[in-house]
């Protein structure tokens, strides 16, 4: 049985991929993105597109069976099996550079490397940056990562490797369906008063081929909830294969037909990674705006590991951004004897973040959008999200008409929903005091 391609059916003609991707529209760059990764992230946007009927060219058309390896076909010639594995290498690349970097950082914190000699470590500034160890180029290709803030030229600094870790590890965990559901055990009720519902699933290493011989819809897995006993079924008929282990981008084995798929076991909405990363942030400002500013780059850091992981070659079971929180929280504990970050903070920060929450924050996003530079006020001005969210959290002063996620909420209706649940935090003393700069 094959898969029929149509309207809200099947896989997105070559045709309407092409023309969506050749109609990316220029003046809507990511900020300082390098070739080679750049490619990825467009490859990205009209998947999202064809899977969810968004854009000009599937505006109303959707094509939830369509895949990152159906994406990558249509768009290079032929087909040609050896171009698809270098785009998707490379983005197995920069997921593996982003390791290598928290491995750094956790070096540093642990005392195992002294921080002046540390490839991290610049000399002119005398501080630790975030960049690529191999080259020194920004990671993911992305200037952001390696620059103190978007209007600025100076290098990212970190200030304390160890809340930036933090912030990695909240980013890892908070589309955890284990922790989402002890969140809803330890807060049932929205802000107002409501029933908490967060949805959720995890991600498998999924053989597209044989599912696609069997006829099995790849939509059907995120759209209904599957229990254990079903999820187990399709491990031992061989469609999904337990992958557990993250190894560097040249030597590993790859399989064209092994893809990330995300496999629904809630239903319900899920968590606004732009409220849940902002919230992370904001939880630990008592520890000082430095500490808080650290905290929200290292959860976009991994969270940035979670979406381009679409279309790495090297897909592990529940995704790069799980693995990489386990791994560098797993060899913290084994030193310190605790984790990174308690349960009641990660707990916490999803709760803040949850799109059910009340008011609700319905968007979803993505890296283009995430780091995309966005006129705003009509003057020409442009911003990332990103910046325009770290603005917030280190003046409280609010950046209006940015239109974020797919849905084009405008900022100003965002950030005056986040002050509203940070208003309900603090009445439930969850949240402290938050001291901003002026």
Known sequence: MTIKTGISVGIAPPKLIKEDYDGFNPSLAIIDSVQNIRVPIRLLSVLGHSQKGHGRIFSNKSFPETTILDITKAIFENGSASKVETVRREVSYHIDSAKKVLEELLKIELGEVDRRSSPLYDSELS?????????????????????????????????????????????????????????????PNTFEGDDLLIGGGKCHVANLFELRKKGISLNSFSIKALNPEQILNYYQRGFFIGRSVLRGHKSDSYKESWVNLYVREEMGLGCCDDATILGAGLLFMEHGLDAAIDVF???????????????????????????????????????????????????????????????????????????????????????????AHRNFLETNQTTENLPLGFERMPSQTFYERIDERIAHMQRLEL?????FRN
Request: hydrophobic letters at 35%.
């Open 127 to 187: 501080e630790i940056t975030i960049h690529c160890i191999e080259d020194r180029t920004p990671v993911f290709g992305l200037a952001h990562f390696s620059e103190k803030d978007h209007y600025s030229t100076h290098k990212y600094v970190v200030s304390n490797p160890l809340r930036f870790l933090q912030g990695a590890y909240i980013a890892s965990q908070m589309d955890s369906i284990e922790m989402r559901r002890k969140t809803v055990n330890r807060f």
């Open 297 to 387: 780059h290292g959860a976009a850091f991994v969270d940035t590991v979670d979406t381009l992981d679409k279309a790495t070659a090297l897909p592990v079971t529940n995704g790069a951004d799980e693995y990489l929180g386990k791994y560098i929280n797993n060899k913290f504990k084994r030193i310190t004897g605790s984790d990174l970050v308690n349960d009641e903070t990660i707990m916490r920060a999803i709760y803040f973040g949850a799109k059910g929450n009340s008011p609700l924050i319905p968007i979803s996003d993505s890296i283009r959008r995430f780091h995309q530079l966005l006129r705003f006020n009509g003057n020409g001005i442009q911003i990332t999200p990103l910046a």
């Open 431 to 435: 949240l402290g005091n938050l001291s």
